[in-house]
C-alpha cells in the first residue's frame, strides 16, 4: 500500500496562474480532505469530501475548488493563484468508524506563489 | 465552539528527561483527541486517541496522554525523551459528530538536546 500520495512535492507559480494539487489513497477510505499548513496555525480545512460525490466546505475555501474524482483521488485547484496561497499543503483521508478513526496524511505540497 | 489549545509553543527537554506537552480542549459533546507528530518536511503521523475507556492512553514511539475531563486537558507524556523525538506535535479533537473534522491546535515544537 502506497498510503495517501500527493504531486507534486513542490511548486512554485505566479500570481495569477493556476494548478491542481492531486491526491490519491489507496487504503480504500470514504473520507478524503485538504488543509494547508502555515507556521503557528496548525492546520486548516480548505474542503473535505465525506463520501464520493460529496464535497463540503471547510474553515478556508475562498480561492480554491475541489473535485472528488472517484474514491481514491481528491485533486485540489487554485484558479488565480495569490501570495497568500503560499503554503504546505495536506491531503487526508480516513475510514471513518469507531476506533479505525483515524486520520492518514500524503507527505505534502510545499507551494510558493510568487 | 470547539477549540485546542496547545499553550507552548516549543518546549526543551534534555534527553533522559521525562517530556510533557500540553493540550486544552473545548467541544459541546463528548471529545475524541488525537496527537498526531510531523518530522520535518513529512506529513503528520497519528501518534495515539482517545475515545473512551481509560484515561491513560499509550501510544507509538512510547508516548502516552492523559484525559483529564475536569480539567479539559490531553497532555503528552513520554518518561525518556530521546533526540529522535524531536518534532512538531499536533493536538487535534472532534465531537461525537459523524463529520469526522477535525480541530487542530497550533502545534508545539519538541527539541530534545543531548
Known amino acids: 500500500n502506497a498510503g495517501v500520495t500527493q504531486t507534486p512535492k513542490f511548486q512554485v507559480l505566479k500570481t495569477g496562474q493556476s494548478m491542481t494539487l492531486q491526491c490519491a489513497q489507496d487504503m480504500n477510505h470514504n473520507s478524503m480532505y485538504w488543509y494547508r499548513q502555515d507556521p503557528g496555525m496548525g492546520l486548516r480545512l480548505i474542503y473535505y469530501s465525506a463520501s464520493e460525490g460529496t464535497t463540503d466546505k471547510g474553515e478556508v475555501p475562498n480561492g480554491y475548488n475541489v473535485s472528488r474524482l472517484n474514491k481514491r483521488e481528491f485533486s485540489l485547484r487554485l484558479e488565480s493563484a495569490a501570495p497568500s496561497q503560499t503554503s504546505v499543503y495536506f491531503c487526508?483521508?480516513?475510514?471513518?468508524?469507531?476506533?479505525?478513526?483515524?486520520?492518514?496524511f500524503g507527505p505534502g505540497t510545499r507551494l510558493t506563489v510568487l | 465552539a470547539q477549540s485546542v489549545a496547545q499553550p507552548e509553543d516549543q518546549v526543551n527537554v534534555a534527553e533522559g528527561n521525562p517530556l510533557t506537552v500540553k493540550c486544552t480542549y473545548s467541544?459541546?459533546?463528548?471529545?475524541?483527541l488525537f496527537w498526531y507528530v510531523q518530522y520535518p518536511n513529512r506529513g503528520l503521523q497519528f501518534l495515539l486517541k482517545?475515545?473512551?475507556?481509560d484515561n491513560l492512553v499509550k501510544g507509538s514511539y512510547g508516548f502516552e496522554a492523559e484525559f483529564n475531563k475536569s480539567q479539559t486537558s490531553f497532555h503528552l507524556k513520554k518518561p525518556s525523551a530521546l533526540v529522535s523525538d524531536s518534532a512538531l506535535y499536533f493536538c487535534a479533537v472532534r465531537d461525537g459528530g459523524s463529520n469526522y473534522q477535525l480541530i487542530w491546535g497550533a502545534g508545539t515544537k519538541l527539541i530534545i538536546k543531548p
Open positions: 482517545y475515545i473512551t475507556g
Open positions: 487526508a483521508s480516513i475510514l471513518p468508524g469507531g476506533l479505525t478513526d483515524t486520520q492518514y
Open positions: 467541544v459541546s459533546g463528548n471529545p475524541y
